[in-house]
């Protein structure tokens, strides 16, 4: 599989990686499944894996940190993770595996040190290939973005010159807060969740330019506008279901539909294969980080990356839809498609 450099961390990583979330108890898939699936994925070609402190409540870390020391002797690995999501009340089958805190942590280097060596002994590692700020925009961490200055900031500085962690980073949502924190040049690493998918790449208003000037990595999570179906499964169904909607941006979101569903019956290709394919394109994207539920998902992924970049002309076609116009926020979309989802299982009679 085609690998690239991971900006300034030095990692050279596989350009599709394994988002470790969705593998969890959280949604319901059993451990045997999680371990096939990184199992899988390590045996081909998949050297980058994006995990966090929050997902699953420290069974993902669990799971990866099984799966890593089962594969030590692949030494092209590689994974990171973020803090965070200390705030809040776990349950209870989490109890001894997370502990419940406040919101003072997100200010306490004592309580940030804690996470990050309940992180090393999860993923049974002395040293940690990055770690991130997860959410670095909740105001729980007090940080001074345009000075990009903080007690977290301060932390991660202080553990990479200590050697407990080679690169630091950032994961989260707003694209604004990760520019203006990646222009004080003091990160390596960036995930913007959601930034981009076949509708729109929001990244490349602020975020990209930023990176690539102060040469941060990019892992990319939620290229399948965060499993919202109809950027998965090809059904014209939820055109039917969207064109009564007045909100222009949603009629945009049907009119790019339109054309890549139809981009897709001319080539054959699904639209994971599409999306997998045409972030590859993408050279200042190092890694797409997708999950997986099943074997099937990451199997499929796997063999879509190996098909490389699209052809050009499939590319200047989904750069053209692109163009079309705004489309809702990639959290509005989701949520619309949970209530179409519900629709359509309503007038089928529950078959999707």
């Known amino acids: 599989m085609l690998e690239r450099r991971l900006g300034k961390t030095g990692l050279d990583v596989s350009v599709l990686g394994l988002g470790c979330y969705q593998f969890t108890e959280e949604f319901h898939v059993m451990q045997d499944t999680a371990d096939a699936i990184l199992d899988y994925a390590m045996d081909h070609g998949i050297t980058y894996y994006d995990t966090a ?24 690995l590689r994974f990171s993770t973020k803090m ?3 705030e809040g009340t776990v349950r209870e089958e989490y109890a001894n595996t997370v502990r419940q805190t406040d919101a003072k942590a997100f200010v306490d280097p004592v309580k940030m040190m804690r996470a990050l060596k309940h992180s090393m002994w999860l993923l049974q590692k002395d040293v940690i290939d990055i770690f991130s700020i997860h959410e670095p925009d909740w105001p729980q961490w007090q940080i001074d973005y345009e000075h990009a200055r903080g007690a977290a900031i301060d932390f991660l500085l202080e553990a990479k010159r200590e050697g407990l962690v080679r690169s630091i ?20 690493f960036v995930l913007p969740a959601g930034g981009m998918s076949l509708l729109s790449k ?11 000037q102060h040469g941060v990595g990019v892992a990319l999570g939620g290229g399948f506008g965060q499993n919202t179906p109809f950027l998965i499964t090809k059904d014209r169904r939820w055109l039917e279901l969207l064109r009564p909607l007045e909100d222009e941006r ?12 139809r981009l897709s019956d001319e080539t054959g290709l699904s639209l994971p294969e599409l999306t ?16 997986a539920r099943e074997i099937a998902h990451i199997r499929q992924n796997v063999e879509s990356a190996g098909r490389g970049p699209l052809a050009p002309d499939v590319f200047r076609e989904l750069e053209e839809i692109q163009k079309i116009g705004e489309c809702l926020p990639i959290w509005d979309l989701r949520d619309l498609s949970r209530e179409l989802v519900k629709k359509l299982a309503h007038y089928t009679g529950g078959k999707i």
């Open 202 to 212: 929001p990244i490349y208003d602020e975020l990209i330019p930023a990176c690539v």
């Open 169 to 188: 980073g950032l994961g989260g949502w707003d694209y604004h807060v990760l520019s203006q924190l990646v222009k004080s040049g003091k990160f390596d």
């Open 84 to 86: 965070g999501y200390f």
């Open 53 to 76: 402190q929050m997902y699953g409540w420290g069974e993902s870390e669990e799971l990866l940190g099984r799966a890593l020391a089962r594969h030590r002797d692949n030494r092209r």
């Open 276 to 291: 997998i394919r045409y972030i590859i394109n993408h050279e200042e994207i190092a890694t797409h980080v997708a999950g």
């Open 250 to 261: 949603v009629q945009n979101v049907v009119r790019k539909l339109e054309r890549i569903y």
